[in-house]
């Protein structure tokens, strides 16, 4: 007879416990990471668009 799986009893978080906070603490480390890659994505765009802009200008000084 084929039984049915179960689930784990122990998923690795207790709540209230020292393993959920750590886990929380890694999550929210995360979340900060994210939110600082965006942050540094953003600028980075900025300056590609500000360096086409330049270049294009340049460009355009040296055409005549």
Same mark, same amino acid.
């Given at each position: 007879m084929i039984s049915? %799986?179960? =689930? %784990?009893? /122990?998923?690795?978080?207790k709540i209230g416990s020292? +393993?959920? /906070? #750590?886990? +929380? +603490?890694i999550r929210d480390q995360a979340k900060a990471d994210i939110e600082q890659n965006n942050i540094q &994505?953003? *600028? &980075?765009? =900025?300056? *590609? =668009?500000? #360096?086409?802009? *330049? *270049?294009k200008r340049e460009k355009e000084k040296f055409k005549y």
């Open positions: 049915k %799986p179960q =689930l %784990p009893k /122990d998923l690795g978080i020292k +393993t959920e /906070d #750590a886990w +929380t +603490t &994505n953003t *600028i &980075n765009e =900025l300056i *590609i =668009l500000k #360096a086409g802009k *330049i *270049i």
